[in-house]
């Protein structure tokens, strides 16, 4: 008959078996979980329409940008 040792080392062995399970299966869960969210991302403006006539605020900041570019150089 098995002594305790042999006992305990095959309990040790199925426990370590069963960790080692549920950490690739957890890690499995979230790789596809990341990819089944980066498959929604498209890149794609929501109105492209919007961004092809600037609006003031974005022409009069062009305008400072482009000021401070070109007094820095003189």
């Known amino acids: 008959m098995a ?3 042999d006992i305990l080392s095959v309990l ?3 426990s370590a078996g069963l960790l080692i399970w ?13 990819i ?6 498209t890149g794609n ?3 492209p329409e919007i ?13 400072k940008l482009l000021t401070e570019r070109f007094d820095s150089e003189e």
């Open 3 to 5: 002594d305790a040792q």
């Open 12 to 14: 040790l062995s199925i």
């Open 22 to 34: 549920v950490l690739l299966r957890t890690r499995q869960k979230r790789r596809h979980k990341k």
């Open 36 to 41: 089944v969210e980066s498959e929604d991302y």
């Open 45 to 47: 403006a929501k109105n």
């Open 51 to 63: 961004l092809k006539e600037p609006d003031a605020k974005a022409l009069a900041e062009l305008d």
